[in-house]
């Protein structure tokens, strides 16, 4: 319980009072020297209760404090306290909403504006008292104050907690993906169902496999939402146990798609799409799939490949985890994105990867239009080059403006005196031009005074010989043309 220094009792003639813009509980009556004590007292309520509740987010700072509340045109919030506690009274409980413009993907995945949607901002029970009934009972007075429905109400990056409370409270599980923080329930959109408010019909395709899979585009684009199963096993008991084998599998290999602050879409991983990508193709090609893939409808095909996609992306990720390279899956996959980065780079080549989205601003919620439904997006192609380009650009790093033109093209000799820089300044060198591309000779001026002709110096090797096996390396040797034959070759990178 929050208590505080001064008697709240006053200022909650009623257990739950609704505070707006002039942080005044709706009850307030008195002169004006009363209305300062009181905004007073109601702003260090509000701004206690929103650092309680942002810490019990995991938040870095409140959604709610009395500051934004009075900047604010059209939210409220609900407070609950128990007045028969200690002395003073206390504060157990806060809930914020109000209306926000946001665009949202209906089913269909179509884009739609909603003015003034009603959206839960911000909810807490002081820990002490949750699971007792006080959330319900505050949300409960809260619907009938603004004369909502859970149906209607969008939810600010609602915690598991909350997910929870809404599917025992109120059925509302399925939820239509969007790609801001809000989640909504499906039928949100749906007239009819929005008006009792309670509405949760199941669809046939629920009722049949018992999986929270939503046909619509979203979906597909998404993947499989799978929401609140323990809520849901819970609510189903026995009756999950005797579902058959192949429902069983189908929900091992649906991915759980957490939502709200947890679930707000990542930036899709351009590796996971490729892994993704080839497992359909498999799937598809290789009729590898199962017996529900390869026979059926349409969608049931597409949702079986998508699902067969997920678990070869989850068999893939546990092969990673057996071998220690990973914390989380996703972290993995990051790890991976970042390898192909790292493999693009090496071969200056431009990877193709989205710009991450910031979620984590909780408020105020930007009213400009979402970017459309995050696509499946195909990795842009590294731009081609061909052999003779690229080696002319590592040729231009690694020899003088005068010699661009690959030996290759002049047949001629080309002098070089980069490479001779790093091995000895004063010499002179040549590059052997009947050796291959990948493996040159060098030769180097015989240091003063060396014999070339001198027993126990090997001769053997003025004609290198030819090998591009191995990795790099080379090696000094004098020759009886009085160079230092230097042996030096390159990998070529493609
Ligand atoms: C938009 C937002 O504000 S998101 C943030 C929501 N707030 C939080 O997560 C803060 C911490 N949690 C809380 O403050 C509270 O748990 C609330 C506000 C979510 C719910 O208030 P409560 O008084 O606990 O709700 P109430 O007692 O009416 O309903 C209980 C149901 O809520 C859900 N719930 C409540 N607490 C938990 C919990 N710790 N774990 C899982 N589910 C929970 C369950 O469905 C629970 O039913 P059950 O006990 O049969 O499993």
Redesign the pocket.
């Known amino acids: 319980m929050v208590d505080f220094r001064f008697d709240i009792r006053p200022l909650f003639p009623e257990a739950i009072v609704r505070v707006t813009s002039n942080l005044l509980p709706h009850t307030f009556r008195g002169d004006r020297r009363q209305c300062l004590d009181a905004t007073s007292k109601m702003s260090e309520i509000i701004d206690r209760l929103g650092e309680l ?1 942002a810490t ?2 995991g938040l870095s700072k409140p ?1 709610t404090t009395a500051q934004r509340l009075r900047m604010s045109e059209n939210q409220t919030i609900y407070l609950l306290a128990d007045t028969e506690a200690g002395h003073n009274g206390a504060v157990t ?1 806060l809930l914020k909403v109000g209306n926000k413009d946001l665009y949202l993907f209906d089913e269909t995945g179509q884009t739609r504006k909603v003015e003034r949607a009603p959206s ?6 002081h820990e002490s ?9 505050m ?1 409960e007075t809260m619907l009938r104050e603004e004369n909502w429905t859970p149906l209607k109400c969008s ?8 997910l ?2 809404f ?3 109120y059925g509302l599980v399925r939820t239509i993906p969007q790609s801001n923080n809000f989640v909504l329930y499906e039928g949100y959109f749906n007239e009819a169902n929005s008006s009792n408010g309670h509405a949760h019909e199941q669809s046939p395709q629920e009722t049949k496999n018992g999986l929270h899979i939503t046909n619509s585009p979203n979906t597909q684009l998404f993947g499989a939402t799978y929401l609140g199963e323990d ?1 849901n096993h819970r609510r189903r008991g026995s009756q999950q146990q005797k579902q058959n084998s192949s429902n069983v599998l189908l929900q091992q290999i649906t991915q759980i798609s957490p939502n ?1 602050r947890y679930g707000a879409r990542h930036p899709t991983c351009t590796m996971a799409e490729i892994i993704s990508g080839i497992s359909k193709c498999s799937t598809k090609g290789g009729g590898a799939g199962s017996g529900e893939s390869s026979s059926g409808n349409g969608d049931g095909n597409n949702i079986a490949e998508m699902m067969t996609a997920q678990m070869d992306l989850h068999h893939l990720e546990d092969e990673q985890q057996a071998h220690g390279h990973m914390n989380t899956k996703r972290m993995d996959l990051q790890e991976v994105a970042d390898q192909e980065e790292a493999h693009f780079i090496r071969f200056g080549l431009q990877p193709s990867m989205e710009e991450p989205q910031t979620q984590f601003e909780p408020e105020p919620e930007p009213i400009t239009p979402p970017s459309p439904p995050p696509k499946t997006h195909t990795p842009t192609p590294p731009s081609v080059r061909s052999p003779e380009v690229a080696e002319s650009i590592i040729g231009e790093n690694r020899r003088p403006a005068a010699f661009q033109l690959s030996k290759q093209h002049t047949g001629m000799k080309n002098r070089s005196f980069g490479v001779g820089m790093a091995v000895m300044p004063s010499s002179k060198m040549e590059f052997d031009q009947e050796e291959r591309e990948d493996f040159g000779v060098v030769k180097i001026n015989r240091p003063p005074g060396h014999d070339a002709h001198s027993p126990g110096h090997d001769n053997t090797d003025a004609v290198s010989t030819v090998s591009s096996g191995g990795g790099g390396g080379g090696g000094g040797h004098l020759t009886n043309e009085g160079y230092n034959d230097l042996k030096f070759y390159h990998n070529r990178l493609w």
């Open positions: 509740s019990s987010q959604v409980g839960i901002l911000d909810f807490y029970v008292r949750q699971r007792a009934g006080l959330g319900k009972r949300f939810v600010d990056r609602p915690s598991e907690k909350l929870a409370f599917g025992k409270h809520v709200g």
